[in-house]
């Protein structure tokens, strides 16, 4: 499938460098998507360059504005592993709205029930419980690809649908709180909200701004760093990547495409499941409807830009941070830029950077392969 492709045709010896698929590729989408996007913006009667001042500004030109732009790219880090894992065995995931949803039902749980616990304590079980929770709820959609031949993409997305429902009936019959309308569940206790960042970092002496940031930051770092050590240096990692690279040569190493579809759909369910680390654990302090947002789906770009390695899926999820939190200063500062605006901006830089990732490799890659067989003809 799409996700075993991801990367083929460079690091062929004196032609494509690596640096044009992880760099200039990446740039060169991402400067496209942001050229149409100063178009339409130009077209709706406002200067496109005064609105990327805005919009960088936004996102980065106070300290508050960082920790906003960090908060939102907490949640595109855990997304885009979710979404990495699996296209290194050649999944393509689309389920991480979902399993987000569900791991932060899990998180919810854990905080409706350790009352009185400290969030060192609180901290962990929550962790494991939107693993859990999260992979989970991939397993189904796993056995089913493993087992019975199902694509992956549609179970993936109609679990997507299952899950928003059930969360919508437990949220509204059975985890709300007594005596409110809106679909919540009561506060957590006080004593396992996980620590803002700017309250961890006061601990040590060092004032920042207050932002929604917190320490699961963190823990999306550690997360990465997981990632890279699971993929690339454990048994695991290897068999994951050769199902994903040519499903019959893992069959003929006695590798299991079947345990592995579904170990990867498992780890996958649980990165997404650790949005609800963040924003329930994290943010909220209560379990509420529709705490995603979108993230889930926001993580496919992520990965596809980041090239399924953490360093570039943090870079990647930086720069989507960049672009929501930069994208609530432009609805402010301009008045022909609606909220919808701005996700046709945000949409056309996920198009370019998922859909249209290739829109430029064919010429990039006869460019550098003209110029190697020049090289070679002159040293001839």
Not at 173 to 196: C, H, K, M, N
Not at 248 to 269: D, E, K, Q
């Amino acid at each position: 499938m799409a996700g075993g492709s991801v990367g083929k045709g460079f690091g062929q010896p004196g032609e494509i460098p690596g640096w044009v698929n992880y760099a200039l590729l990446p740039l060169l989408n991402l400067t496209a998507a942001f050229v149409i996007s100063g178009l339409v913006i130009l077209v709706i009667g406002e200067n496109p360059i005064a609105a990327l001042e805005v919009l960088v500004y936004g996102a980065v030109g106070y300290p508050e504005a960082v920790g906003f732009t960090l908060y939102y790219a907490t949640n595109f880090v855990f997304t885009g592993l979710a979404v990495a894992i699996a296209f290194h065995c050649g999944l393509f995931n689309i389920g991480g709205e979902g399993q987000a949803l569900i791991g932060g039902l899990g998180v919810g749980l854990v905080g409706l029930s350790l009352g009185g616990w400290p969030w060192w304590a609180a901290a962990p079980v929550a962790v494991l419980a939107a693993a859990l929770f999260g992979a989970g709820w991939a397993f189904v959609p796993a056995i089913l690809q493993a087992k019975r031949g199902s694509h992956i993409v549609i179970t993936t997305i109609m679990f997507n649908f299952i899950a928003a429902s059930l969360m919508t009936y437990l949220m509204v019959d059975v985890l709300r709180s007594p005596g409110q309308q809106s679909p919540e569940s009561r506060a957590f206790d006080q004593s396992t909200w996980l620590p803002f960042m700017h309250e961890a970092l006061g601990w040590f002496g060092i004032e920042v701004a207050r932002s929604p940031l917190n320490l699961s930051f963190v823990w999306a770092l550690a997360c990465c760093a997981i990632f890279w050590v699971l993929v690339w240096h454990t048994r695991w990692g290897y068999e994951i990547r050769t199902v994903g690279q040519n499903e019959r040569a893992a069959v003929y190493a006695g590798i299991s495409p079947a345990r592995n579809i579904v170990l990867a759909m498992a780890l996958s369910g649980a990165f997404a499941g650790m949005v609800g680390f963040n924003e329930v654990l994290g943010v909220h302090h209560r379990l509420i409807l529709g705490f995603t947002g979108g993230v889930g789906f926001v993580g496919i770009a992520v990965a596809l830009m980041g090239r399924n390695h953490p360093i570039g899926i943090v870079l990647a999820a930086l720069l989507f941070g960049a672009l929501y939190q930069g994208g609530t200063e432009l609805t402010f500062d301009f008045p022909n830029i609606n909220r919808e605006m701005v996700v046709v901006i945000q949409g056309l830089v996920i198009l370019f950077a998922g859909a249209m990732e290739n829109l430029f490799r064919p010429r990039v890659e006869a460019a550098f392969r003209n110029r190697a067989r020049q090289a070679r003809a002159a040293a001839e």
